[in-house]
């Protein structure tokens, strides 16, 4: 004889749902504290950075321009006082580490 199995209820489902809307609130809101700790340590590995943000990045940089400047507002209030985001003509952004101030 086989045990009787339940089938999952409302309250697993509910916490699938919570759990995947807090994942995907958590990595665009995880960018700050990583421009952080990128622009503060100089043994921060940028490459691992840039690949693991570059999705975020990218959705930002199609987004319209309200989008932009709301992400851009968040982001910097994160950054060091030597870092900043560099925009080009397409309104694409980045940060870079200048020389000067590390």
């Given at each position: ?56 990045v ?44 590390r």
């Open positions: 004889m086989t045990p009787d199995r339940k089938k999952p209820g409302v309250a697993f489902w509910a916490t699938v749902v919570a759990t995947m809307f807090a994942l995907l609130l958590a990595y665009p809101l995880s960018f700050g504290p990583a421009c952080w700790l990128c622009g503060t340590d100089d043994h921060f590995d940028d490459g691992a950075f840039c690949t693991f943000y570059r999705p975020l990218v959705v930002v940089e199609h987004s319209p321009q309200s989008v932009r400047n709301a992400a851009r507002w968040y982001f910097e209030r994160w950054l060091p006082p030597h870092v900043e985001f560099i925009g080009d003509p397409d309104g694409a952004w980045w940060h870079e580490h200048p020389v000067l101030g």
